[in-house]
């Protein structure tokens, strides 16, 4: 059936949960439905995909840690030197650790194997490689998970509410 997008009063996406969940807050009115796909649960309760909270949550910033896995979901598990999008991916620091660089987002970024030895211990405008996208810090901890299912293609109704993420 479906994951769903679960919205703040404001509009604002907080969640993914399940469509069982969803519907458990539309039954009991704490929640109601923005989008559907044209599937029904019942014969008279279409299934929703977009659900958004009739009350206001607040909801406190939560880092997202800086791991190789998000470094590598942030930069489509591909090199930001020349695309690559094959296994032999690595982390780069754009100011390597010798010249003060730290391990930061905006610092690190995926690389593959060819090109980080080819950039060694110097700057991408010292080895005269650009970077195809600047690192950056993501701006929401539920960027990741959504557009995880963004890429599959199942949730096209999601992407007016995630600009932004």
């Given at each position: 059936m479906g994951k769903v997008l679960v919205l703040?009063?404001?509009?604002?996406?907080?969640?993914?949960t399940s469509w069982r969940r969803a519907v458990v807050l539309l039954i009991k009115g704490k929640a109601e439905r923005v989008e559907y796909n044209g599937k029904y649960v019942y014969s008279e309760f279409p299934l929703p995909t977009v659900i958004r909270l009739r009350h206001y949550v607040?909801?406190?910033?939560?880092?997202?840690?800086?791991?190789?896995?998000?470094?590598?979901?942030?930069?489509?598990?591909?090199?930001?030197?020349?695309?690559?999008?094959?296994?032999?991916?690595?982390?780069?620091?754009?100011?390597p650790r010798s010249r003060g660089g730290g391990d930061t987002w905006e610092n690190i970024v995926t690389a593959c194997v060819r090109c980080n030895v080819r950039k060694g211990s110097r700057t991408p405008i010292e080895a005269n490689m650009m970077l195809h996208h600047p690192p950056r810090k993501p701006y929401s901890s539920l960027y990741f998970e959504v557009s995880k299912h963004l890429k599959s293609g199942l949730h096209e109704e999601w992407q007016k509410y995630i600009i932004g993420l």
């Open positions: 703040n009063a404001s509009y604002e996406p907080l969640n993914i607040r909801v406190p910033y939560k880092e997202i840690p800086l791991t190789r896995r998000n470094i590598l979901h942030r930069d489509g598990h591909a090199c930001q030197y020349c695309g690559y999008t094959g296994d032999d991916l690595t982390l780069d620091h754009v100011t």
